[in-house]
């Protein structure tokens, strides 16, 4: 009877799967802002990402009392675990959970379970090899690594339903798991199988109704590609000379995330349906392009990601994660969030990537998290495996399990943060200045990046490190933000606009906002399309320019002379600006077109636009930038920050919680605008804060 239900409801997934599809968007928007600490009991989360299925049982009371020492109150655990949980098909084996939670529970520690479809079992490979995903060469990939099934086949969506189901049914109800994590880092690979294709067909017809609206879209009267059936519609191959329909491609890139949305929803929806009042959470990306993560956390009550700092760069190069954080929390309406993974150890897989990183370090990048907003770390991983791909990707203790030094900067942080949770609750990011990032933008300028040398990510980079830099915080808006608190906004190569956007960011100027602009702004409708009006097209008005002209920059041997009196390289683009009302900020300044300009500034309606045509390599080139904008919508700006420093803000009832992040190996000294108060040692520090190599110092405002 059972089995029959379980059939039952897994049928009903697949046609909620694709019916999915075509639903999304119209989910309810957010209500209440959750409130992590809240539901961690009233505590900060501090947690380990812990994998007691690969240690014998006997270890895991000296785990768990290690842990509640270094003040650890939270696991997230089972994400890897199908093949223990469901051993054979349909027969499950939650016992050990159950016993590995009676000893974590009993020492204070609440979990957050993993869905663990990240890694199906080998029996499933071998009964149902149509569950692997399929390359665009059209080879499956083989069993033997995780994450790369096909979630437009059947069997992987009857297979999906049975485990959740079976998860859900026996942990509904256990007071010692407070949430789910869905699956795990949810992305690639795209599956080019025969399903996928079926699928996409089906999305397309949902989107266009009509092979006439969707020929007229994708303009498949270039090379003559019109469709007839919908049937006939391919997966495309890009590569940078062989580039598919670029509208086609796009659609499959939003095709792509909807799928993966729509895969976390089926399990979602088993969690609600059976009952399940646990949080709901997906431990995300931050700057993965792959995902539009504002779109995906419609259906999760929280968002947590998977934060991991070293890499082989300078440490002090700090603003690569905190933008990360930025974006993670802007993707829910910057709600505060989790880190589900943060950086507990020397990363690697064949080989260490990097030196080691000295203990306090560690403890520094965890608050940057706190500083950006996140309410709980939990930190991957427990204790590093003896076995499998991550040998040499560190957990917190190594397989020795002796107290190095990583965990007493663990234990110390924990007790740090108990201490100041009090503080911290209620608290978060508000920030005077938005990025605006575009899913549609960023796709599409992946599929053709117009110059080869083209980095979006690099580009929001120039704009955001500058604002940090300058002490300024940092919000990531998507489309769909509300854009009316921010004093400035920066779109970078807002290269795929629709008239909504386009009309609220001239709302936003028209009433007082400062926007930049910058080359490749207003290139295309949102099908992907060229416009047919002078670029940058819809934002031409707004930005008082007109580009007849531009130059793509092969070598970088472009510069620009200004703002101020100061000239700077230049490279990627130059768009050749011709002002309509704007007045010149910057020209060119080698070639045929040397005294052009480069940069226009604007004003229209109660507010600002800037046009920048090119791109620096040179950090003062945006620092002027910002200067300019911040002193025309009156942002404050500390000039002083040293290299390598970060100063970030939470607030609380209009006061500020200052964190003084020193990524560097020396003791830096930091000007701040008012004598504050540590929050651990109570004691009032001088307006020139002294911060030691490697530490962090908490402020309030008394
Ligand atoms: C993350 C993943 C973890 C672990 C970690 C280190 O991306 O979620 O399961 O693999 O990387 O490789």
Redesign the pocket.
């Given at each position: 009877m059972k089995q029959l239900w379980i059939r039952v409801v897994c049928g009903l997934m697949c046609v909620y799967f694709l019916a999915g599809l075509a639903l999304r968007g119209q989910q309810a928007p957010a209500g209440k802002p959750f409130d992590l600490i809240e539901w961690n009991g009233g505590k900060f989360i501090y947690g380990a990402?812990y994998y007691p299925e690969a240690w014998d049982e006997s270890q895991w009371e000296k785990d768990a009392t290690l842990m509640q020492a270094a003040g650890i109150n939270f696991v997230r655990m089972g994400?890897?675990a199908w093949a223990k949980m469901e051993p054979q098909e349909g027969h499950f084996d939650f016992a050990w959970l159950d016993r590995a939670l009676k000893v974590l529970n009993a020492h204070g520690i609440r979990a957050v379970l993993g869905t663990p479809t990240a890694s199906p079992p080998a029996w499933l490979y071998a009964k149902y090899p149509d569950i692997a995903a399929m390359d665009e060469k059209g080879v499956r990939y083989r069993y033997g690594s995780r994450r790369n099934y096909c979630v437009h086949n059947s069997d992987f969506l009857a297979a999906t339903t049975r485990i959740v189901t079976a998860m859900a049914e026996h942990f509904k109800d256990h007071p010692g798991v407070i949430g789910w994590q869905i699956d795990?880092?949810v992305g690639g690979p795209k599956c080019f199988d025969p399903a996928s294709r079926a699928a996409f067909q089906a999305w397309c017809q949902r989107k266009y109704h009509t092979l006439d609206a969707l020929n007229a879209a994708w303009g498949t009267i270039f090379w003559g590609h019109t469709y007839h059936d919908w049937q006939e519609i391919p997966l495309p191959w890009n590569t940078l000379y062989d580039t598919h329909n670029p509208s086609l491609a796009l659609d499959f890139d939003r095709f792509q995330s909807d799928s993966m949305h729509t895969y976390v929803d089926v399990q979602v929806a088993i969690l609600r349906k059976i009952g399940s009042h646990q949080a709901i959470t997906h431990?995300e990306?931050g700057m993965y392009s792959e995902i539009d993560y504002y779109d995906l956390n419609r259906s999760l009550d929280f968002v947590a990601w998977?934060n991991?700092p070293m890499g082989k760069e300078d440490y002090s190069h700090y603003a690569r994660q905190a933008l990360a954080h930025d974006l993670m929390r802007g993707s829910k309406d910057n709600q505060n969030f989790m880190i589900m993974?943060q950086e507990g150890g020397l990363?690697g897989?064949a080989a260490f990537q990097g030196r080691q990183a000295p203990a306090a370090l560690y403890r520094v990048w965890a608050y940057q998290s706190v500083a950006h907003g996140a309410d709980g770390v939990c930190y991957?991983?427990w204790r590093t495996s003896r076995y499998g791909?991550?040998q040499y990707?560190e957990g917190i203790l190594d397989q020795d399990s002796y107290r190095n030094s990583r965990y007493f900067m663990v234990a110390r942080t924990g007790k740090e943060l108990g201490q100041l949770t009090p503080l911290l609750h209620g608290s978060k990011v508000v920030s005077p200045v938005a990025m605006l990032v575009s899913p549609d933008s960023r796709w599409a300028q992946q599929i053709q990046p117009g110059v080869e040398d083209f980095q979006y990510e690099r580009l929001m980079h120039d704009y955001y490190d500058a604002f940090r830099r300058l002490g300024v915080s940092v919000d990531v808006a998507f489309p769909p933000s509300d854009l009316s608190a921010y004093r400035i906004i920066v779109a970078p190569a807002l290269c795929v606009t629709d008239q909504n956007l386009v009309n609220k960011l001239t709302a936003y100027v028209k009433n007082g906002g400062t926007l930049i602009l910058t080359f490749r702004s207003g290139v295309k409708d949102e099908d992907n399309v060229v416009t047919e009006s002078t670029l940058p097209g819809p934002f031409a008005e707004i930005a008082g320019v007109a580009i007849h002209e531009f130059d793509p920059q092969i070598n970088e041997e472009q510069e620009v002379l200004g703002p101020g009196e100061s000239s700077f390289p230049a490279r990627t683009w130059s768009d050749i600006l011709d002002p309509t009302t704007a007045k010149v900020v910057a020209t060119y300044g080698k070639g045929y077109y040397a005294g052009k300009p480069a940069v226009t500034e604007n004003s229209t309606g109660k507010g600002w636009v800037y046009y920048v045509g090119t791109e620096s390599k040179s950090p003062f080139f945006y620092d002027r930038m910002i200067a300019l904008a911040a002193k025309k919508s009156l942002v404050a700006l500390n000039q002083k920050i040293p290299t390598g420093v970060e100063v970030a803000v939470r607030q609380k009832a209009g006061k500020k919680i200052v964190f003084v992040l020193n990524y560097t190996g020396t003791e830096q000294t930091v000007p701040l605008d008012i004598a504050y108060q540590n929050a651990l040692t109570g004691k009032t520090e001088p307006m020139d804060a002294q911060i030691p190599a490697y530490e962090v110092k908490i402020l309030t405002e008394r």
């Open positions: 990402d994400e890897f795990n880092e431990n990306m998977d991991y993974e990363p897989w991957f991983r791909t991550e990707w």
